[in-house]
């Protein structure tokens, strides 16, 4: 199953640059034509968001969205996938960063919470807890 790197979604996504943008489709085409997923890594979620948010100024719900509409794609494999969309649903509903909100659906899914935290924010998150200085 081939992987995609954070830079293929983005111009799939954003469509900024008309040469990548081609490369990135020829090759989603072409695998989902001869019926492979497409894998996405967990981390690549998570620079996606940060890529979209700060270098392209999608907003919150422009985010969210972006990130919903890729996990409901058949074509797409994600690892962690029932951890990212918890992670997704904690920051659309709530004030931490998703970044955080992804840290804490991990930490829950491996079996491992609470995620302890510096981060006041974060730790109002079920699954985090503050810790005390």
């Known amino acids: 199953m081939p992987a995609l790197d954070t ?20 090759f989603i085409r072409k695998c989902v034509a001869e019926g ?17 948010r700060s270098n392209f100024g999608f907003d919150k719900d422009a985010v969210v969205q ?7 794609s058949a074509e797409l494999s994600f690892e962690s996938e029932r951890a990212l969309e918890v992670a997704l649903l904690l920051y659309k509903d709530g004030s931490a960063d998703y970044s955080d909100c992804l840290h804490i659906a991990l930490a829950v899914e491996a079996g491992e919470p609470p995620l302890w ?5 974060a730790s109002k998150v079920d699954g985090a807890r503050l810790l005390s200085v």
């Not at 492979?36 to 968001?49: D, G, N």
């Not at 935290?117 to 924010?121: M, N, R, W």
């Open 7 to 26: 830079n293929v979604l983005v111009r799939y996504l954003v469509q900024d640059d008309a040469v990548q943008v081609s490369a990135a489709r020829r």
């Open 36 to 52: 492979q997923a497409l894998f996405i890594p967990v981390t690549v979620s998570l620079e996606l968001e940060w890529v979209l």
């Open 66 to 72: 972006t990130l919903s509409d890729l996990l409901s």
């Open 117 to 121: 935290t510096f981060d006041k924010v």
